[in-house]
């Protein structure tokens, strides 16, 4: 019996219509009690003083130090196979923000 301890367990992740559309957010909000983290996605567009939260995602402590462990891990992949992330703290010059028209 303490064979089957170790046997890892397979989880079945059904991923609906919408959700693998997926939503796009550029900038997260988030906050915690002792009991959770939420994690607000939002959207910030250039000129617009407003942001709209398009998903929430509420996670315990361990949860959340669980993901950013995974996170972690993620991007130190990535960095291996495609090169430094490159982090700027702010606006970068020259440098147009989201979709440009022809000659902008």
Known sequence: MAEDKNIPQQINIELGEKEAEGIYSNFAI??????????????IMPGVPKAKVFARMIMTPQH???????????????ERNFGEIKVFAGPVPNVPFGFQSPGA
């Open 30 to 43: 988030i906050s915690h009690s002792p009991a959770e983290f939420i994690i607000d996605f939002t959207r």
């Open 64 to 78: 959340a130090k669980m993901l950013l462990g995974a996170l972690r891990e993620n991007v130190e992949k990535y």
